[in-house]
T-cell receptor, first 109, second 117 residues
Framework: TQLLEQSPQFLSIQEGENLTVYCNSS?????LQWYRQEPGEGPVLLVT?????EVKKLKRLTFQFGDARKDSSLHITAAQPGDTGLYLC?????????FGKGTHLIIQP | GAGVSQTPSNKVTEKGKYVELRCDPI?????LYWYRQSLGQGPEFLIY????????DSGLPNDRFFAVRPEGSVSTLKIQRTERGDSAVYLC???????????????FGNGTRLTVT
């Protein structure tokens, strides 16, 4: 079973600050997806990375896939209250799509 | 267009009862997934359909859980003799991907919150 560990589990910061959350595994994944989930709703895909070392930007969000395709990071610049949510990473591989437990992010105005 | 629809949005049942949870995927999506999400946790894989057949049911926790997709569109997750530990949000997702589509992005519904009392 491929396991994904996300850190930190909880993060509460002030509006305007920068932050990075991490997704780590001992397994290699063929792709890695990041989702954002709000209370009462299903996860919504933010980005998919497939190449080791790949960096993708989505406005103030920067996603990076590790060179060895075992880990990923999400960096948010100048966080806003609308960024509040549960951020989930999910690795694709032979065992299917495996989700981490997520990072609960709260941006305080 | 319409997204993934799940009904009911909430279900409260007594221990030992039988429940059915329904998922209407996005039209034309061949792949359909069921996940279970407990409070504070990430989604846990249950079963994956490609068309009408269950391509991978390795995540079903025991034989009380069963899912069908008879016409390759709507799917029903069935839980027999419910237990309090079955309480969770059951999420359905669909994807346009074909065989080996585990890397395709998933489109999730809002889930069914099941509470077993």
């Amino acid at each position: 079973t491929q396991l994904l560990e996300q850190s930190p589990q909880f993060l509460s910061i002030q509006e305007g600050e920068n932050l990075t959350v991490y997704c780590n595994s001992s397994s290699v994944f063929s792709s890695l997806q990041w989702y954002r989930q709000e209370p009462g709703e299903g996860p919504v895909l933010l980005v998919t990375v497939v190449t080791g070392g790949e960096v993708k930007k989505l406005k103030r969000l920067t996603f990076q896939f590790g060179d060895a395709r075992k880990d990923s990071s999400l960096h948010i610049t100048a966080a806003q209250p609308g960024d509040t949510g549960l951020y989930l990473c999910a690795g694709g591989g032979a065992d299917g799509l495996t989700f981490g437990k997520g990072t609960h992010l709260i941006i305080q105005p | 267009g319409a997204g993934v629809s799940q009904t009911p949005s909430n279900k409260v049942t007594e221990k030992g009862k039988y429940v059915e949870l329904r998922c209407d995927p996005i039209s034309g999506h061949t792949a359909l997934y069921w996940y279970r999400q407990s409070l504070g946790q990430g989604p846990e894989f249950l079963i994956y359909f490609q068309g009408t057949g269950a391509a991978d049911d390795s995540g079903l926790p025991n034989d009380r859980f069963f899912a069908v997709r008879p016409e390759g569109s709507v799917s029903t997750l069935k839980i027999q003799r419910t237990e309090r530990g079955d309480s969770a949000v059951y999420l359905c997702a669909s994807s346009p991907g074909g065989a080996g589509s585990y890397n395709s992005p998933l489109h999730f519904g809002n889930g069914t919150r099941l509470t077993v009392t």
